[in-house]
T-cell receptor
Framework: NAGVTQTPKFRVLKTGQSMTLLCAQDMNHEYMYWYRQDPGMGLRLIHYSVGEGTTAKGEVPDGYNVSRLKKQNFLLGLESAAPSQTSVYFC????????????FGPGTRLTVL | AQSVTQPDIHITVSEGASLELRCNYSYGATPYLFWYVQSPGQGLQLLLKYFSGDTLVQGIKGFEAEFKRSQSSFNLRKPSVHWSDAAEYFCAVAHPAGNNRKLIWGLGTSLAVNP
């Protein structure tokens, strides 16, 4: 099992450009998450999904959109990138059982110039 | 409001010394509790979790944590630290209801290990 994978690992964008980050999991997990991690601010939830075709906002959703067309994939889109979106982005997934933990991908480092 | 506090932003210990990382939570009910570790440039890995039963839980890499309901704490311990334990450590909690859909995260404690 590959677990949770993220594509790409690194990306540099110019302000105003768009891009999509791909998260894939092969564990048949129902729930998937997108976080951003910034120095001194811990992990902040952007959007999450509790099943195929469903998405919900986290605590910092502005400027991002997501889609969960297939159970194994969760896409994070930036329509018009801003320097404030420079961050490390992590995807995670978990089963729907309450006591189970989230499994994390290796992260994507995004720089917006 | 529900919150998780990791009082120590940065800790430095000598290799071989014992370690305790603190985690306190503010919650209406006993939550599910998690400790994750993040090595430099890596994703997060679960060290251990507590959801019921014995309040002393064992995890990977020789770590353990103790849930103390009266203190709303879930402190992480290791009797003898190795240089490879240098990393960022995150405490997180979730409400048992709602299938633990979302975690509330502490801001993390950065651990440095002196040789």
């Amino acid at each position: 099992n590959a677990g949770v994978t993220q594509t790409p690992k690194f990306r540099v964008l110019k302000t105003g450009q768009s891009m999509t980050l791909l998260c894939a999991q092969d564990m048949n997990h129902e729930y998937m998450y997108w976080y951003r991690q910034d120095p001194g601010m811990g992990l902040r939830l952007i959007h999450y999904s509790v099943g195929e075709g469903t998405t919900a906002k986290g605590e910092v959703p502005d400027g991002y959109n997501v889609s969960r067309l297939k159970k194994q994939n969760f896409l994070l889109g930036l329509e018009s990138a801003a320097p404030s979106q420079t961050s490390v982005y992590f995807c995670a997934s978990k089963t729907e059982r309450g006591y189970n933990e989230q499994f994390f991908g290796p992260g994507t480092r995004l720089t917006v110039l | 409001a529900q919150s998780v506090t990791q009082p120590d932003i940065h800790i430095t210990v000598s290799e071989g010394a014992s370690l305790e990382l603190r985690c306190n939570y503010s919650y209406g009910a006993t939550p599910y509790l998690f400790w994750y570790v993040q090595s430099p440039g890596q994703g997060l890995q679960l060290l251990l979790k507590y959801f019921s039963g014995d309040t002393l839980v064992q995890g990977i890499k020789g770590f353990e944590a103790e849930f103390k309901r009266s203190q709303s704490s879930f402190n992480l311990r290791k009797p003898s630290v190795h240089w490879s334990d240098a990393a960022e450590y995150f405490c997180a909690v979730a409400h048992p209801a709602g299938n633990n859909r979302k975690l509330i995260w502490g801001l993390g404690t950065s651990l440095a290990v002196n040789p």
